[in-house]
């Protein structure tokens, strides 16, 4: 075989290894979690994502618990969920007479995944849990980022607390990036990087990019240009609050988050 057609097969196998590489799925826990929900049919009972409960007759509460807002009346911190999951109940409910009386007449009653899931795939499930429940931030700019991103919408691609990766077909890696996965510090190098997205929909970096721009043309969900919907500084309690959900361990309680009241 000519020299020139081994170094060309060489190039493009490199370049192919290259490209695997660079659009490799690197999702955050939450979404594997959200995937892996989906496959193990808990949003038979809990609804889409954990939305929407349904109906469980016998119960004096009526209907399976959401993920969005129910989820802190059953378990107040991620070692409570992750008992719900694994055990299917907590010790706290389990000593009590009446929650055991109730799970009796209701039609539907939550199994235990234990035997079911290995404890890397509970604790994805239990990250997906948290973060549809929305954790607050007990600090004060972070929370209002918060507030401001769900009323800009971000939440919607992005999902709660923006930390998960719907699919995006066309994009480099078929999915939006979450704010607290591996992706995000390739998309944003610092705070003057994402004033530029939220602003103007990309970053210089990415808008000097002819691959970049390629991928970010033909995916199906585009980051808007928020630049005329920003109140006066909303780009610095946006990143506060980025910067709150990419610390680890941040999903802490509703009750650790509001400062013990």
């Not at 994009?171 to 591996?182: M, R």
Request: include cysteine; charge should be positive.
């Amino acid at each position: 075989m000519p020299r020139l057609i081994v170094l060309a097969l060489v190039a493009v196998t490199l370049a192919a290894i290259a490209f695997g590489w660079v659009t490799r799925p690197r999702l955050p826990a939450a979404e594997r979690g959200r995937r892996l929900a989906e496959r193990t049919g808990c949003f038979g009972c809990h609804g889409p994502e954990g939305t929407h409960g349904t109906a469980n007759p016998g119960r004096t509460d009526k209907s399976v618990p959401e993920f969005t807002g129910d989820v802190m009346m059953y378990a107040d911190s991620p070692d409570q969920i992750r008992e719900w999951i694994r055990d299917g109940v907590t010790v706290k409910k389990a000593a009590s007479q009446t929650w055991r009386e109730q799970r009796q007449k209701g039609t539907l009653r939550m199994p235990a995944f234990k035997k079911r899931l290995s404890s890397g795939e509970i604790e994805d499930l239990v990250a997906f849990v948290t973060v549809m429940s929305e954790p607050e931030p007990a600090d004060t700019a972070a929370a209002r980022g918060q507030a401001r991103a769900r009323a800009l919408g971000c939440f919607g691609c992005h999902g709660p607390g923006g930390g998960l990766s719907r699919p995006n077909p066309g994009s480099l890696k078929g999915y939006v990036p979450s704010w607290d996965g591996a992706d995000f510090p390739e998309l944003v190098r610092d705070r003057t990087e994402f004033g530029q997205w939220v602003e103007k929909g990309v970053s210089g970096r990415f808008g000097r990019n002819p691959m970049a721009m390629f991928f970010l043309k033909r995916a199906v969900l585009k980051m808007p240009a928020f630049e005329t919907h920003l109140e006066p500084g909303d780009v610095d309690t946006l990143w506060r609050y980025v910067q709150w959900a990419r610390t680890p361990g941040h999903a802490v309680s509703r009750e650790e988050a509001m400062g013990g009241e």
